[in-house]
């Protein structure tokens, strides 16, 4: 059975920083994407970073690019989300996931929430201005 469980977030001023950990278990795929979503309510869940296992591309969403850095540590089966020089609008419900074998690139991971094979319970981030 495949678990992901995320652990880091909480409540940060503007312009600070939170890492974010995803620690996956019973994994038996060779290709897949696995990463981040955010979610507020009243908006649909959006593609916030993901790595591909087939060659360890990375994506980032505009929004975030520059000031989040995904990684991944394969001896933990642990992701990580750092994110830098956070603002109000990052506050969102965040959500570790996993696409087995996507037909697309990870170009696409933003509106890709109907692919998700594999979701954890997410964790809040909350920016205060």
């Known amino acids: 059975e495949v678990q992901l469980v995320e652990s880091g977030g909480g409540l940060v001023q503007a312009g600070g920083s939170l890492r974010l950990s995803c620690a996956a278990s019973?994994?038996?795929?060779?290709?897949?994407?696995i990463g981040w979503f955010r979610q507020v309510p009243g908006k649909e869940r959006e593609g916030v970073s993901c790595?591909?296992?087939?060659?360890?591309?990375?994506y980032y969403a505009d929004s975030v690019r520059g000031r989040f850095t995904i990684s991944s540590d394969n001896a933990k089966n642990t992701i990580y989300l750092q994110m830098n020089s956070l603002k109000p609008d990052d506050t969102a419900f965040y959500y570790c996931?996993?696409?087995?074998?996507?037909?697309?690139?990870?170009?696409?991971?933003?509106?890709?929430?109907?692919?998700?094979?594999?979701w954890g319970q997410g964790t809040q981030v909350t920016v205060s201005s």
């Open positions: 790595i591909r296992s087939s060659d360890g591309g990375t």
């Open positions: 996931a996993t696409a087995v074998a996507p037909s697309y690139g990870i170009s696409s991971w933003y509106d890709a929430a109907w692919s998700i094979d594999y």
């Open positions: 019973g994994f038996t795929f060779d290709d897949y994407a």
